[in-house]
Each structure stands twice: as C-alpha cells, then as structure tokens.
C-alpha cells in the first residue's frame, strides 16, 4: 500500500458544482496534512492546511478522519480557474524525509 | 518580494554531462528542499539541509549532489550516475521546524532533459 494514495482523476465537472476528493494515508502517526494546488507545468502552491476539527477557506472545506486516515478536500460552486491537480502531502514526522506527498488528483471545470 | 528562485528554468543534458541546477531564496528560511517530480508521480525528496553546511540524503540521492555554504542558496548538481535524470526539478524552503505547521514555499522549477 502506498503511504499516501489520491485518485488520480480527472474529475470533470460543470462549473457551479461541488466536488470532493480524498486522499488516505498509511501511517497512523502522522502528524500534520496540507492540501497543495498544482498547475500545469507549475510549482505547487499550499492551498490550505487540515485541522483536526476541520476547516474552511471560502469555498474550500477541508476535513481529517484519523479513525480512517484520511483527509478529503471540498470545492463548492466550482470556478473555471479552480481546474489543477491538487496534491495531498502528510507529514509523519520531524524529519523532512517523512513528508509524503501524493501523486495529486486532476480537476477540470468545464463552462 | 521574498521568494525562492529557480534557474535555468529549462535545462537540456549530453549524455555523461553533469549540470547543475540554482536555487535562491530571500526568505531567511533555515530548510531548504530539493525534490523531483515524474508524470503522474508524487514529488520525491532528494536532499534537504536544516543548517547552512550541513545536508541529508533524501529517498532517492544517487546520483545528485549538493552544497549549503550560504544559508541562501543550496544548488543541486545532476551528475552522470543518475541514469534518468529527466524530470522536472523543485526546491522548496521553509522556516526550520515549521514545515508541519506552515508548509514550503517552491520555486518554479527546472525542467530537466536528457538530449
């Protein structure tokens, strides 16, 4: 099982929709979760990070289930420009090596 | 502005050549990154270094190398061991300790082939 697991997509959806994507992790004693967004051809930028108790940023929601290790990513009233692949990166522990970032999950809104 | 930069931005490779990649940031971050993407793969570490003049190995150093003699810059040298060194590289910084709470800062990246 690989330590951190995303659906690779592409999720295509209308612009206006709300969607949602997951992304699960192996190992129990991870520390801290972050949600990164990805350009075509691009660096990541952080997007948000995840709170135990859940938090929001607009209209991005995101959510931590440490009973199922995993952490999930909600976009509402999607805009054209949300379209990227979002990567999901745990941290398992105080060393940079355990930093585990996910092969990322593809979003495209149509119009 | 702060930020870290990455040069060449497009980096083509002879057979046999070793290359080095620069990366710069003004940030004053003590961590600094080196990782490398594959289509459809996760970004993986190479080196990083928490302290000027000292560095570790990542999952996957074979073949690369690199320096921290300044606090701000921590170039990677691709050499002719890595036998697939096609990809496209990231370096990426953060304040020491703090990668679990803040995250990293990346540069834009080098593409790297292999002619």
């Known amino acids: 099982r690989k330590e951190v697991e995303q659906d690779p997509g592409p999720f295509n959806v209308p612009e206006g929709a709300t969607v949602a994507f997951n992304c699960t992790y192996s190992?129990?004693?991870?520390?801290?979760f972050f949600w990164y967004r990805q350009d075509c051809r691009k660096e990541p930028k952080l997007l948000m990070s995840?709170?135990?108790s859940g938090n929001e940023d607009g209209r991005f929601t995101a959510q931590l289930n440490r009973a199922s290790q995993y952490i999930s990513l909600l976009i509402r009233d999607s805009k054209l420009s949300d379209s990227a692949t979002y990567l999901c990166?745990?941290?398992?522990?105080?060393?940079?090596?355990?930093?585990?970032f996910g092969s990322g999950t593809r979003l495209s809104i149509r119009p | 502005d702060g930020g870290i930069t990455q040069s060449p931005k497009y980096l083509f490779r002879k057979e046999g050549q070793n290359v080095t990649l620069s990366c710069e940031q003004n940030?004053?971050?003590?961590?600094m990154y080196w990782y490398r993407q594959d289509p459809g793969q996760g970004l993986r570490l190479i080196y990083y270094?928490?302290?000027?003049?000292?560095?570790q190995k990542g999952d996957i150093a074979e073949g690369y190398s690199v320096s921290r003699e300044k606090k701000e810059s921590f170039p990677l040298t691709v050499t002719s061991a890595q036998k697939n060194p096609t990809a496209f590289y990231l370096c990426?910084?953060?304040?020491?300790?703090?990668?679990?709470?803040?995250?990293?800062?990346f540069g834009s990246g080098t593409r790297l082939t292999v002619v």
């Open positions: 990426a910084s953060s304040i020491e300790g703090a990668q679990a709470n803040y995250g990293y800062t």
């Open positions: 190992n129990s004693a991870s520390q801290s």
């Open positions: 995840v709170y135990s």
């Open positions: 990166v745990v941290n398992g522990g105080s060393s940079a090596s355990k930093i585990i």
């Open positions: 940030l004053n971050h003590d961590a």
């Open positions: 270094s928490q302290i000027v003049n000292d560095f």
